[in-house]
Structure formats: structure tokens, C-alpha cells
T-cell receptor, first 114, second 116 residues
Framework: KAGVTQTPRYLIKTRGQQVTLSCSPISGHRSVSWYQQTPGQGLQFLFEYFSETQRNKGNFPGRFSGRQFSNSRSEMNVSTLELGDSALYLCASRINVGREYGYTFGSGTRLTVV | AQKVTQAQTEISVVEKEDVTLDCVYE???????LFWYKQPPSGELVFLIR??????QNEISGRYSWNFQKSTSSFNFTITASQVVDSAVYFCALSEVAGGGNKLTFGTGTQLKVEL
């Protein structure tokens, strides 16, 4: 079974630009969540999507948005990039079946804003 | 609000030593899951172990074992006979099923260095 696929792996953007990151969950998983990891703030929850609906959102500004498609693939978008948005962005695919409840993470997208 | 505390920032051990990583959590939910993840330099979070709030039985899986105690809200993780390949950052995480909206709250991580 293929794992969680995140693209691209690395990205360099300029301040003020926008960026879109992609995540394909494990086949059959309908929940996708996104996390931001920075040296200063650690791992922080961005949002979760389930069956194309955002079910939960972390404490991030409106510049951070996302969506989920009917095939469960998800994208997150960051507009008007700031230097502080430089981070590793991790996507997690969740299964919610009894004892198998858990999250599988992708390899992440490392975003650098210059 | 849910919170996870990993008081150990960095631990250094010599290969073959046993090492225990501490984790203390806070939650108001009665139904929750606790996890340990390993993050090597490549960045991916690798799932290690999971425990739900209704099962306090402690287990051993290969070189990994864990001690879950609801009375002290602790979920400690032990690596037996550590190896250099165990060097990584280890995160403890909590997921509240009802009140938390199925999100993971992470601790700040413990950097484990295993030296020859």
C-alpha cells in the first residue's frame, strides 16, 4: 500500500508570493490534516479535512487555506508569503478503524521564503 | 485544552544503553490516543507506538516498550539496547477523539543521540 505522498519536497519562494502544496493520502483514508513545523513553534496543527469538508482549524491567519478533492487528495495554499512561513509542512493521512486508529505522515514539503 | 510536555530536550547515550523518554499530557477528554513518533533528519514523522485511553496495559515490541499511567498522565517510552540508528528526534503526541477534533497535539520533542 502506497504511503502519503507530498509534493513538492522542496520549495523556495519570495516574500509576497503564494504557494500551493499537495498531499495524496493513503488509499481509502478520507481524512487529511496538515501541520507546520518550525524550530521556534514546533509542530502545530493547521487544519483537517474529511470528505471534502474542513472539520477543524488551528490558530493560523487566513492566509493559510486548504481544500480536499473528491479523491481525498488535499492542497494547502499560503498567500502573501512571509519570512516566518519558512517551515516544514507535513501532511497526515488518518485511519479511524478501531485499533488501527492513527496518523501516517508524508515526507513533508520544506518551504523556504526569501 | 490539550497539552503535551516533554521535559527532556536532549539525551545522549552510548550504544547498547537503555534510554527512557518522558511524556506528560493534559486532557479533559476521557477518550484519547497517545502516540510516539520518530523524526530522523530526513524530516518524515515515523509512527512508533499508539495507546488508547482505555488500555493501560504496557507492552513490549521488539526493543521498544512503553509505560502508560493514567493516574500520573504519563506515557513514557523506552528503547532497550539503543543503537546509533535510533538517533533522531522523538515526539509524543495526543489526540482527543471528541473534544479535540481529531488533531494531534505534539510535545516539543526529545533529541536522542546514540554514540558508539
Amino acid at each position: 500500500k502506497a504511503g502519503v505522498t507530498q509534493t513538492p519536497r522542496y520549495l523556495i519562494k519570495t516574500r509576497g508570493q503564494q504557494v500551493t502544496l499537495s498531499c495524496s493520502p493513503i488509499s481509502g483514508h478520507r481524512s487529511v490534516s496538515w501541520y507546520q513545523q518550525t524550530p521556534g513553534q514546533g509542530l502545530q496543527f493547521l487544519f483537517e479535512y474529511f470528505s471534502e469538508t474542513q472539520r477543524n482549524k488551528g490558530n493560523f491567519p487566513g492566509r493559510f487555506s486548504g481544500r480536499q478533492f473528491s479523491n481525498s487528495r488535499s492542497e494547502m495554499n499560503v498567500s502573501t508569503l512571509e519570512l516566518g512561513d519558512s517551515a516544514l509542512y507535513l501532511c497526515a493521512s488518518r485511519i479511524n478503524v478501531g485499533r488501527e486508529y492513527g496518523y501516517t505522515f508524508g515526507s513533508g514539503t520544506r518551504l523556504t521564503v526569501v | 485544552a490539550q497539552k503535551v510536555t516533554q521535559a527532556q530536550t536532549e539525551i545522549s547515550v552510548v550504544e547498547k544503553e537503555d534510554v527512557t523518554l518522558d511524556c506528560v499530557y493534559e486532557t479533559r477528554d476521557t477518550t484519547y490516543y497517545l502516540f510516539w513518533y520518530k523524526q530522523p533528519p530526513s524530516g518524515e514523522l515515523v509512527f512508533l507506538i499508539r495507546r488508547n485511553s482505555f488500555d493501560e496495559q504496557n507492552e513490549i515490541s521488539g526493543r521498544y516498550s512503553w509505560n502508560f499511567q493514567k493516574s500520573t498522565s504519563s506515557f513514557n517510552f523506552t528503547i532497550t539496547a539503543s543503537q546509533v540508528v535510533d538517533s533522531a528526534v522523538y515526539f509524543c503526541a495526543l489526540s482527543e477523539v471528541a473534544g479535540g477534533g481529531n488533531k494531534l497535539t505534539f510535545g516539543t520533542g526529545t533529541q536522542l543521540k546514540v554514540e558508539l
